[in-house]
C-alpha cells in the first residue's frame, strides 16, 4: 500500500471489524502513511469543514464562533495549493493585519496548517505566501477596495465579512469578482460569523442557489471545551447576541416592526426584580382540532409596576388535550391568577376543553374584535416606556414579535403569531386593563 490512497483504503476496511483484524491492518501502513492517518485534516475535521461537492462558485459559511471557519478556510485552500501549482489566490480579511494574524500567522492559519512535508515561504513584508507547489497566495484588505482592482486570481477566502465596513464591502466583493476570472472554475469562500448587512444577504441568496450554504453552531465543534460551550451557552443562549455569535444565525430587523431586536435585547434580565403582585397566563388558541400552535405565554406583574414575562409554554402539534394540559401546568408553575383565552377559534369547546384540563383553572375568555398586531401596538407601547421586561430568552415569542408591523401585516415565523398574541393577552390584562391585585407574593 502507498500513498494516501492506500490509507483511504485501510480505513475502509477498518470500519466494523475487530481489533485484532483493526491492528494487522495498521501494521501494514507505512510511516509516512501512518502519518497521514493520525495527522491529516479529513480525519479530524467535522462534516462542516468539508467543502461541498458539486458545481458551485460561492461557498458561505455561515456559523458560530468557535465552530472552526478559520481552519476550514486554511485547510480548503491549502488542498487547493497543492492541486494547482499555478494558483493564484486572494486573501481577503477586515484589515491586511486580520488576514496576517488570523487567516495566516493564526492557531488555525495557513502556517499551523502546512504539513510536515511541506515548505511554505511567508513573506509577510509583501503580503505573500508561496506554497511548495509554486501556488501563491496575496493578502489584500476590505478596507482597500481598489487593491483588487487588476489582479487576477483562480480562487478567493474572504474571513469575517460581516466586519467590513458597509461603505466598502460591496466594492471589495465587486472588484474580487470581476478578477476571479482564472481557471475552469473559479470560486470563494466566504467564513463569517454573522451580522445582518445587504451583502451578506446577497451572497447567502446566492450560495443557497447551489445548495453551498453551510450553517453552524459554536457547540457543533466537538474539540471546544464543554466548559467553554456550557458558559456561553448558559450566558448568552436565545439571546441576540448568542443566536448570532454562537447560532450562527443572521437575524435582521423587519422594517416597520412594532418590536426591535435591539429593544427585546434592553428589557431582558436575568430575573426579576420586585415581588409578584398577580400573574396572567395569555392563550392563543389554535385554529384547529389539531396541528397548529397553540400560543401560551405567562406574565407577572411585579410590585414595581413592572411586567415581567417569565415562561412561554406555547406548544406545536398538540391535541385540544395537550395543550389544554400545557396551560394547566403552565397555571400551576406560576400560581396564576388568570387564564385570558381567545374564543373566537371554537367558543364554548376552548372553555370545556381548558375546565376538563383543570376544573379550577381562573379562566376569563375575551372575543378579539381587532387583529393581531392592533391589538399588540399598545403593548409595543409599554415595551417603548420601559414597563416590560423578559426574563431570561425567548428566542421564538421575541421572533414573532419582531414581525408584527405597523399597519396590520406579519412577516414574522409560522402562519400566524401565535405566541405574540398569547402575551398580547397577558400584557393587556395585567397593565392596561383594570387589574384587581390578588395578593403579594413573595419571590
Not at 381587532?370 to 409595543?380: D, F, I, N, Q
Given at each position: 500500500m502507498?500513498?494516501?490512497g492506500?490509507?483511504?483504503?485501510?480505513?475502509?476496511?477498518?470500519?466494523?471489524?475487530?481489533?485484532?483484524?483493526?491492528n494487522?491492518?495498521?501494521?501494514?501502513?507505512?510511516?509516512?502513511?501512518?502519518?497521514?492517518?493520525?495527522?491529516?485534516?479529513w480525519?479530524?475535521?467535522?462534516?462542516?469543514?468539508?467543502?461541498?461537492?458539486?458545481?458551485?462558485?460561492?461557498?458561505?459559511?455561515?456559523?458560530?464562533r468557535?465552530?472552526?471557519k478559520?481552519?476550514?478556510?486554511?485547510?480548503?485552500?491549502?488542498?487547493?495549493?497543492?492541486d494547482?501549482?499555478?494558483?493564484?489566490?486572494?486573501?481577503?480579511?477586515?484589515?491586511?493585519?486580520?488576514?496576517?494574524r488570523?487567516?495566516?500567522?493564526?492557531?488555525?492559519?495557513?502556517l499551523?496548517?502546512?504539513?510536515?512535508?511541506?515548505?511554505?515561504?511567508?513573506?509577510?513584508?509583501?503580503?505573500?505566501?508561496?506554497?511548495?507547489?509554486?501556488?501563491r497566495?496575496?493578502?489584500?484588505?476590505?478596507?482597500?477596495?481598489?487593491?483588487?482592482?487588476?489582479?487576477?486570481?483562480?480562487?478567493?477566502?474572504?474571513?469575517?465579512?460581516?466586519?467590513?465596513r458597509?461603505?466598502?464591502?460591496?466594492?471589495?466583493?465587486?472588484?474580487?469578482?470581476?478578477?476571479?476570472?482564472?481557471g475552469?472554475?473559479?470560486?470563494?469562500?466566504?467564513?463569517?460569523?454573522?451580522?445582518?448587512?445587504?451583502?451578506?444577504?446577497?451572497i447567502?441568496?446566492?450560495?443557497?442557489?447551489s445548495?453551498?450554504?453551510?450553517?453552524?453552531?459554536?457547540?457543533?465543534?466537538?474539540?471546544?471545551?464543554?466548559?467553554?460551550?456550557?458558559?456561553?451557552?448558559g450566558?448568552?443562549?436565545?439571546?441576540?447576541l448568542?443566536?448570532?455569535?454562537?447560532?450562527?444565525?443572521?437575524?435582521?430587523d423587519?422594517?416597520?416592526?412594532?418590536?426591535?431586536?435591539?429593544r427585546?435585547?434592553?428589557?431582558?434580565?436575568?430575573?426579576?426584580?420586585?415581588?409578584?403582585?398577580?400573574?396572567?397566563?395569555?392563550?392563543?388558541?389554535?385554529?384547529?382540532?389539531?396541528?397548529?400552535?397553540?400560543?401560551?405565554?405567562?406574565?407577572?406583574?411585579?410590585?414595581?409596576?413592572?411586567g415581567?414575562?417569565?415562561e412561554?409554554?406555547?406548544?406545536?402539534?398538540?391535541?385540544?388535550e395537550?395543550?389544554?394540559?400545557?396551560?394547566?401546568?403552565?397555571v400551576?408553575?406560576?400560581?396564576?391568577?388568570?387564564?385570558?383565552?381567545?374564543?373566537?377559534?371554537?367558543?364554548d369547546?376552548?372553555?370545556s376543553?381548558?375546565?376538563?384540563?383543570?376544573?379550577?383553572?381562573p379562566?376569563k375568555?375575551?372575543?378579539?374584535s381587532?387583529?393581531?398586531?392592533?391589538?399588540?401596538?399598545?403593548?409595543?407601547t409599554?415595551?417603548?416606556r420601559?414597563?416590560m421586561?423578559?426574563?431570561?430568552?425567548?428566542?421564538?415569542?421575541?421572533?414573532e414579535?419582531?414581525?408584527?408591523?405597523?399597519?396590520?401585516?406579519?412577516?414574522?415565523?409560522?402562519r400566524?403569531?401565535?405566541?405574540?398574541?398569547?402575551?398580547?393577552?397577558?400584557?393587556?390584562?395585567?397593565?392596561?386593563?383594570?387589574?384587581?391585585?390578588?395578593?403579594?407574593?413573595?419571590?
Open positions: 502507498t500513498g494516501d492506500a490509507v483511504g483504503d485501510a480505513l475502509d476496511r477498518l470500519a466494523g471489524v475487530s481489533v485484532e483484524e483493526q494487522w491492518v495498521l501494521s501494514k501502513l507505512t510511516m509516512p502513511q501512518k502519518r497521514e492517518l493520525t495527522e491529516r485534516w480525519r479530524h475535521g467535522h462534516k462542516g469543514q468539508v467543502a461541498p461537492k458539486g458545481d458551485w462558485r460561492i461557498w458561505l459559511i455561515l456559523a458560530g468557535g465552530f472552526g478559520t481552519r476550514a478556510g486554511a485547510e480548503w485552500l491549502s488542498q487547493a495549493a497543492r494547482m501549482p499555478d494558483g493564484r489566490f486572494a486573501l481577503i480579511g477586515h484589515t491586511a493585519d486580520d488576514v496576517r488570523v487567516m495566516i500567522e493564526g492557531a488555525a492559519g495557513l499551523a496548517v502546512m504539513r510536515d512535508d511541506e515548505r511554505i515561504v511567508w513573506r509577510r513584508e509583501r503580503g505573500e505566501i508561496e506554497f511548495s507547489s509554486g501556488a497566495a496575496f493578502v489584500y484588505s476590505a478596507e482597500a477596495p481598489e487593491s483588487l482592482r487588476g489582479p487576477e486570481h483562480h480562487l478567493a477566502w474572504c474571513d469575517e465579512l460581516a466586519k467590513w458597509a461603505g466598502r464591502a460591496k466594492e471589495v466583493w465587486d472588484n474580487l469578482q470581476m478578477g476571479l476570472r482564472l475552469e472554475h473559479p470560486r470563494v469562500l466566504v467564513t463569517t460569523t454573522p451580522k445582518p448587512g445587504t451583502l451578506l444577504r446577497a447567502e441568496r446566492e450560495a443557497e442557489g445548495g453551498s450554504v453551510m450553517r453552524g453552531k459554536t457547540r457543533d465543534n466537538p474539540h471546544l471545551p464543554q466548559s467553554f460551550v456550557g458558559a456561553m451557552l450566558e448568552y443562549g436565545g439571546t441576540r448568542g443566536r448570532q455569535e454562537l447560532d450562527g444565525e443572521l437575524i435582521d423587519v422594517e416597520g416592526a412594532l418590536w426591535s431586536r435591539g427585546l435585547e434592553a428589557c431582558r434580565v436575568k430575573r426579576r426584580r420586585a415581588r409578584v403582585v398577580r400573574v396572567v397566563v395569555g392563550v392563543d388558541p389554535p385554529a384547529g382540532s389539531e396541528g397548529d400552535a397553540c400560543g401560551i405565554v405567562a406574565v407577572a406583574l411585579g410590585a414595581d409596576d413592572i415581567y414575562v417569565v412561554d409554554a406555547s406548544v406545536s402539534g398538540a391535541s385540544p395537550g395543550w389544554a394540559a400545557a396551560v394547566a401546568g403552565c400551576a408553575r406560576h400560581k396564576a391568577d388568570r387564564v385570558v383565552a381567545e374564543k373566537n377559534q371554537g367558543g369547546m376552548v372553555k376543553v381548558l375546565l376538563a384540563a383543570d376544573t379550577r383553572l379562566l375568555l375575551v372575543h378579539a381587532r387583529g393581531k398586531v392592533t391589538r399588540a401596538e399598545p403593548v409595543a409599554l415595551y417603548e420601559g414597563r421586561r423578559h426574563v431570561g430568552a425567548f428566542p421564538a415569542l421575541e421572533d414579535l419582531c414581525g408584527l408591523l405597523a399597519g396590520g401585516a406579519y412577516e414574522g415565523p409560522g400566524s403569531p401565535d405566541r405574540a398574541d398569547a402575551l398580547v393577552w397577558a400584557a393587556t390584562e395585567l397593565m392596561l386593563g383594570r387589574r384587581a391585585i390578588a395578593g403579594v407574593r413573595g419571590l
